[in-house]
């Protein structure tokens, strides 16, 4: 293990990984996401996550932003599915100060009407803006018809109705059925002795009332295949091709991210690559990503060509993964595969605010965080018979969902 843990009497966990650096990365993650808002409540996780920054019990707005950036530092946050994230990165004698700041936009902050409805332009501003780039508003509506009648299918910005809706009430009952103390974890990568780091977070987030309120999330149903089509203002054709994938906590999951990595994952050698882009020449941009939730997953392929060229992409896309279905790796294509997503794995550790983020994540998910090389020998571990089997029941043409977006000229 290459982290210390302490907890404080409320619950909230404090995570430390050491890091001979003079910047400092820290993150406050919290059990709460998009897919825990009532129906009706779309985006209310994300309209919470922007007003955070806007008024506390003794800062102004002006106040919150400054008080890290004037010495430098940057401060951001964001919503996903399940999570809400803080974080900020400064110069190691800064952590305090952040910690000060972390404490009192996350539990004192006020939610003005002035300052709600400013919010709520700028956020109906960013689902304008957001659905005006097709390779990012198909994803949504993917997950939307993936997970039809769930909250793990709405879009995590909301819809322009329901951000017209939302009222300081409904922000109050989501934090106070949300905001679990013993569901935060408050994680630092930086040059410091563990001592002086729970001493400061003793300081601050010591004194918070446990809270202690416990999750009701329903798994989704599964989905079936089914192709669905729909014109948009737009000159290209986009496509997503998916299904349903492992949870985080599933023995196969490492199997299914280093197939992912074959398949479409990181840099130019990806075989959808090759095959669609360097071979045939008909898509700028080809990937597939596999998403692990708490209870079920998110593999998808998606490409964006011109409409002549959509059918022949998305039979080379199918032919790549029936490929995988039928023909077992060979012993050397496994081993370079592991070599590979190893190599980028290894490489992600330079990332050093993402990797104290995804511990913080695990933590909240298993009560551990694998070190990397608890991951490579996870990897390692992945046969060609697995490969075989995870590709076969994943890539399962009775349930691969295609959703088109296609040019309406």
Same mark, same amino acid.
């Given at each position: 293990m290459d982290y210390q843990l302490h907890t404080l009497h409320n619950g909230i966990r404090v995570l430390f990984k050491h890091a001979p650096f003079t910047v400092t990365h820290c993150c406050f993650v919290l059990n709460g996401g998009a897919r825990d808002e009532e129906p009706g409540k779309d985006g209310l996780a994300h309209f919470i996550e922007h007003l955070l920054f806007k008024e506390t019990e003794k800062r102004n707005t002006n106040q919150i932003l400054n008080r890290l950036e004037l010495v430098g530092a940057d401060l951001n946050a964001y919503t996903t599915k399940e999570y809400t994230c803080?974080?900020?990165?400064? #110069?190691?004698? %800064?952590? @305090?100060?952040?910690? /000060?700041?972390?404490? *009192?936009?996350?539990?004192?902050?006020?939610?003005? *009407?002035? @300052? $709600?409805? &400013?919010?709520?332009?700028?956020?109906?501003?960013?689902? +304008?803006?957001?659905?005006?780039?097709?390779?990012?508003?198909?994803? *949504?509506?993917?997950?939307? =018809?993936?997970?039809?009648?769930?909250? #793990?299918?709405?879009?995590?910005?909301?819809?322009?109705?329901?951000?017209? !809706?939302?009222?300081?009430? *409904?922000?109050?009952?989501?934090?106070?059925? !949300?905001?679990?103390?013993?569901?935060?974890?408050?994680?630092?990568?930086?040059?410091? /002795?563990?001592?002086?780091?729970? &001493?400061?977070?003793?300081?601050?987030?010591?004194? $918070?009332?446990? !809270? %202690?309120?416990? &999750?009701?999330?329903?798994?989704?149903? +599964?989905?079936?295949?089914? $192709?669905?089509?729909?014109?948009?203002p737009i000159t290209q054709t986009h496509c997503v091709i998916g299904t349903q994938a492992y949870p985080s906590n599933h023995p196969h999951k490492s199997g299914l991210l280093l197939v992912n990595n074959i398949l479409g994952g990181m840099g130019m050698s990806s075989r959808l690559n090759l095959e669609i882009r360097e071979k045939h020449g008909i898509a700028y941009t080809i990937e597939s990503n596999y998403t692990p939730l708490t209870d079920t997953g998110i593999f998808s392929v998606y490409f964006g060509t011109d409409a002549e060229k959509a059918d022949k992409a998305t039979r080379l896309v199918h032919k790549e993964l029936k490929k995988l279905r039928e023909q077992k790796l060979g012993t050397i294509q496994l081993h370079q595969a592991k070599q590979k997503f190893n190599g980028q794995i290894?490489?992600?550790?330079?990332?050093?605010?993402?990797? =104290?983020?995804?511990?913080?994540?695990?933590? #909240?998910?298993?009560?551990?965080?694998?070190?990397?090389?608890?991951?490579?020998? &996870?990897? !390692?571990?992945?046969? +060609?018979?697995?490969?075989?089997?995870?590709?076969?029941?994943?890539?399962?043409?009775?349930?691969?969902?295609?959703?088109?977006?296609?040019?309406?000229?």
């Open positions: 803080i974080h900020a990165s400064f #110069l190691q004698e %800064h952590l @305090e100060r952040a910690i /000060d700041l972390f404490e *009192d936009i996350l539990f004192h902050s006020t939610f003005p *009407d002035e @300052e $709600l409805e &400013k919010e709520r332009g700028v956020i109906l501003d960013e689902i +304008a803006s957001y659905l005006d780039q097709p390779e990012e508003a198909i994803q *949504d509506d993917f997950e939307g =018809i993936l997970f039809k009648g769930h909250t #793990l299918g709405n879009n995590i910005l909301g819809t322009p109705e329901s951000v017209e !809706n939302l009222s300081v009430h *409904d922000i109050h009952r989501f934090i106070k059925a !949300n905001y679990a103390t013993d569901e935060m974890v408050f994680a630092v990568s930086g040059n410091y /002795d563990f001592k002086k780091i729970i &001493k400061l977070c003793e300081k601050y987030f010591g004194q $918070l009332s446990p !809270n %202690h309120s416990k &999750k009701n999330r329903v798994k989704p149903s +599964a989905n079936n295949g089914e $192709l669905l089509k729909t014109e948009r290894a490489l992600a550790e330079e990332n050093r605010m993402g990797v =104290i983020i995804s511990m913080a994540k695990s933590l #909240l998910d298993f009560n551990y965080a694998d070190s990397i090389e608890e991951v490579f020998a &996870k990897i !390692n571990a992945v046969t +060609a018979q697995q490969v075989l089997e995870i590709s076969n029941e994943i890539f399962d043409n009775n349930r691969l969902m295609t959703l088109q977006f296609e040019p309406n000229q």
